[in-house]
Structures are given as structure tokens and as C-alpha cells.
């Protein structure tokens, strides 16, 4: 089974552009996840799903940033507009829940350069 | 509130030696906890993970990590270190509750010298 899929895997932009990030779950699981990854703040959850429902949303930064899970196999992160702070590796995660709850799959992350 | 803390942002240790990476917890309730592995430009992989059935957990390549609620304690270790294990490693606790929120340690790199 192919595991999370995220694109692009990088991405260099501008301040001020808009900046979509993409990802695929393995599927049958049930949560999503949208991990930030800084040297100075190192692995932050954004925010996840569950059920294709957003369930915490409170790492998400500011207002610039929003994530949507149309269906069970796809999420964005948007974040608009962008700033050179939000530099860093964005990661996607799923997992199964249930007694497997914790175990996440992480995709290859996307490395975002915001100049 | 459930956290974790990895003392020692970077461990150096010579092939054959042991390895040994530390992570302390703060639950009030029974912890659900784990540790990954991420290599250079990878995502995080789970090495193994703690769910109260026993005390010594066993993971993949090698690793192991003990339990010890007296200690508020979940440290790594594997008893001879190849180069193969140079990476970043995470300790993290599951936010009881929930779907599956993990809250992660800041991280140790490990430095694994010939």
C-alpha cells in the first residue's frame, strides 16, 4: 500500500503569494494530521481530522493559515498570504485510530521557502 | 497537562557503543507513549511505543525503551550502536481523549562516530 503522499516537496514563493500544500492519506485511515517543523519550535501540530471533520485546529498560527478535508483522501493546507516565517517542513500524518491510535504514518513533507 | 522532555539535543557515541537517549513524561493520567526516528529529509517513522501492557517495549532495529512510572522515565536505548542509526529522534505522548493528537519532544540527534 503506498503510504502519504504530499505535494509539492518543495516550494519556493514570494511573501504575500499564496501557498497550497497537498496530501493523500493511506487508505482507511481515519485521522489526519498537519504537522509544522521549525529548528526553533521543532514539531508543532497544526491541526487534524478525524472522519474527514476538523477536530483541533488551535496550533493553526493565525487566520492566514486554513486546512480542509473534502473527502477521506485529501487535504490542503492553505496558507494565504504568506510571510518568511512560515518557512519550514509542513508534514502530513494519518493513522487508523482505534487500539492503533498514535501510530501515525508521516508522509516525505514539503519543504516551504517563503522569500 | 500531558508533555514530554528529551534531555540532550545531541548524543555522540562510537560504533558498537551504547546508545542511550533520554525522554521524561508529565501525565496525570496512564501515558500512551512513543518514540520515532527521522532520517534526513524523511518523515517520522515509529521505532516503537508504550500502551501499559509491559513495562519493556521492543521496536524495530534493535531498539528497546522501559517504563518507569517512578521515574516519569521512557528512555531509548539499543546496546550497540551502527552507523545505520544516525538520525533525529522524537519522544512523544498521546493526549489521552482523543483521536490521537501526539505532543512531541523537541529531539535528539543522534551522532554515530566510526
Known amino acids: 500500500d503506498a503510504g502519504v503522499i504530499q505535494s509539492p516537496r518543495h516550494e519556493v514563493t514570494e511573501m504575500g503569494q499564496e501557498v497550497t500544500l497537498r496530501c493523500k492519506p493511506i487508505s482507511g485511515h481515519n485521522s489526519l494530521f498537519w504537522y509544522r517543523q521549525t529548528m526553533m519550535r521543532g514539531l508543532e501540530l497544526l491541526i487534524y481530522?478525524?472522519?474527514?471533520?476538523?477536530?483541533?485546529d488551535s496550533g493553526m498560527p493565525e487566520d492566514r493559515f486554513s486546512a480542509k478535508m473534502p473527502n477521506a483522501s485529501f487535504s490542503t493546507l492553505k496558507i494565504q498570504p504568506s510571510e518568511p516565517r512560515d518557512s519550514a517542513v509542513y508534514f502530513c500524518?494519518?493513522?487508523?485510530?482505534?487500539?492503533?491510535?498514535?501510530?501515525?504514518?508521516f508522509g516525505e513533507g514539503s519543504r516551504l521557502t517563503v522569500l | 497537562a500531558q508533555s514530554v522532555t528529551q534531555l540532550g539535543s545531541h548524543v555522540s557515541v562510537s560504533e558498537g557503543a551504547l546508545v542511550l537517549l533520554r525522554c521524561n513524561y508529565s501525565s496525570s493520567v496512564p501515558p500512551y507513549l512513543f518514540w520515532y526516528v527521522q532520517y534526513p529529509n524523511q518523515g517520522l517513522q515509529l521505532l516503537l511505543k508504550y500502551t501499559s501492557a509491559a513495562t519493556l517495549v521492543k521496536g524495530i532495529n534493535g531498539f528497546e525503551a522501559e517504563f518507569k512510572k517512578s521515574e516519569t522515565s521512557f528512555h531509548l536505548t539499543k546496546p550497540s550502536a551502527h552507523m545505520s542509526d544516525a538520525a533525529e529522534y522524537f519522544c512523544?505522548?498521546?493526549?489521552?481523549?482523543?483521536?490521537?493528537?501526539?505532543?512531541f519532544g523537541q529531539g535528539t540527534t543522534l551522532q554515530v562516530k566510526p
Open positions: 500524518a494519518s493513522s487508523r485510530g482505534g487500539p492503533n491510535t498514535g501510530e501515525l504514518f
Open positions: 481530522f478525524n472522519n474527514n471533520v476538523p477536530i483541533d
Open positions: 512523544a505522548v498521546r493526549i489521552s481523549g482523543n483521536t490521537g493528537k501526539l505532543i
